[in-house]
């Protein structure tokens, strides 16, 4: 079975500074990846599907890249709204989580 | 615009069973694969299941086959999670997925229902 670790497991940082989370898998899953937004007390909201491309009225700040095993989701300029938890996603297999704070 | 909606949740004793239902809305449903994923109170999210268009094919997280089970309604727009002999350890939020499959490759999801909490609990 596939295993997804994301990293790190908790960032903080101020409103305007770019972020990035990465995602690694188990083993090459080519550009077959999903990263999904999580805020409190809701259900989570697809960003990205296959590493790169926006979901529909995702905001592009956002942004996904990488291949193989080595994925990344990048917040350009980090907004108040984007305090949410964010998880990676390949098929059954979900990355820990990814927890992003302002300052 | 696409809508999910979850019902049938609550508190069961750990042996029980319970019967979760999600209403779709807003896309032609008997073409689409559903999902159902859970999260447990302060945890990640967990798939549970999938269901294709016509029934023929279904998946289940080893941790719960044989225990759950997975069924659909075209004619209702509705999918429902059959869930028997829970666990303290199926408490969760669950929640009514679409899915877009990309065959043989990927599958996501791409519309999510608010949840509903199964509190399993003695």
């Known amino acids: 079975d596939i295993q997804m670790t994301q990293s790190p497991s908790s960032v903080s940082a101020y409103v305007g500074d770019r972020v990035t989370i990465t995602c690694r898998a188990s083993q090459n899953i080519r550009t077959w990846l999903g990263w999904y937004q999580q805020k409190p007390g809701q259900a989570p909201q697809l960003l990205i599907f296959?590493?790169?491309n926006l979901q529909t009225g995702v905001p592009s700040r956002f942004s996904g890249s990488g291949s193989g095993t080595d994925f990344t989701l990048t917040i350009s300029s980090l907004q108040p709204e984007d305090s949410a938890t964010y998880y990676c996603?390949?098929?059954?297999?979900f990355g820990g989580g990814t927890k992003v704070e302002i300052k | 615009e696409v809508h999910l909606v979850e019902s049938g949740g609550g508190w069961v004793q750990p042996g029980g069973s319970l019967r979760l239902s999600c209403v779709a809305s807003g896309f032609y449903f008997p073409n689409y694969w559903m999902s159902w994923v859970r999260q447990a109170p302060g945890k990640g999210l967990e798939w549970v299941a999938n269901?294709?268009?016509?029934?023929?094919?279904?998946y289940f997280v080893n941790s719960v086959k044989g225990r759950f089970s997975i069924s659909r309604d075209n004619t209702r727009n509705s999918v429902d999670l059959h869930m028997d002999r829970l666990r303290a350890e199926d408490t969760a939020v669950y929640y009514c997925?679409?899915?877009?499959?990309?065959?043989?490759?990927?599958?996501?999801?791409?519309?999510w229902g608010r949840g509903i909490l199964v509190t399993v609990s003695s």
């Open positions: 997925a679409k899915l877009t499959v990309v065959t043989g490759q990927f599958w996501y999801f791409d519309v």
């Open positions: 996603q390949k098929d059954g297999a």
């Open positions: 296959a590493a790169s």
């Open positions: 269901i294709k268009g016509d029934e023929s094919e279904k």
